[in-house]
């Protein structure tokens, strides 16, 4: 059985919210491996997630992320950011709820355009704030949420830091 401070890290959220940064400086503190879920279907795919889109489509794309969350679950000691979809899916955040810490990263719909509008390359960024309001219900279903809006990634990572050192005693 897991102790409570073996357990992964999960950062989730919405795009531009800083999963990726926050997640880098966390695993680099804590001294835990790192892994970016979206990098790792990548990989697995051998071909950029707009790609995976464009020729492959959404479900295929979303059946990678299920079958990384059934390992990832099964891992103890890792920090882990998400893509901001995987734990939408009501199966992944069943999974990754019981064996880890979730923690999901909020910041207003302004700060995320503003963020977004910065960055190229997200498949479903178009479209962002009419899937922010769809999303709204279930990143309201993980208990933990960290506001990213007016914090530096380190202070982010440093309130994350102390969820986890409480749920670990």
């Known amino acids: 059985m897991a102790t409570p401070n073996d357990r992964s890290i999960v950062i989730t959220g919405f795009m531009g919210t800083g999963k990726t940064t926050v997640g880098t400086m966390l695993a680099r503190q804590l001294a835990r491996p790192f892994v970016d879920t979206d990098v790792e279907i990548v990989k697995r795919a051998g071909k950029p997630i707009p790609a995976i889109f464009a020729e492959d489509g959404e479900p295929v794309f ?30 992944n955040r069943d999974r990754l709820l019981p064996t880890a810490l979730v923690v999901c990263l909020d910041a ?3 700060v995320i355009g503003a963020r977004l509008s910065r960055d190229s390359g997200r498949p479903l960024a178009a479209n962002w704030a009419e899937l922010l309001e769809k999303r709204r219900a279930a990143y309201a279903a993980i208990p933990l949420h960290v506001n990213t809006a007016n914090c530096t990634p380190e202070q ?12 670990s005693t």
């Open 62 to 91: 979303r059946q990678y992320e299920r079958d990384l969350v059934a390992e990832l679950a099964e891992k103890r000691g890792l920090v882990i950011a998400t893509g901001g979809g995987m734990l939408v899916n009501p199966e």
């Open 108 to 110: 207003s719909a302004e």
């Open 156 to 167: 982010v990572a440093e309130r994350i830091i102390r969820l986890w050192q409480t749920e």
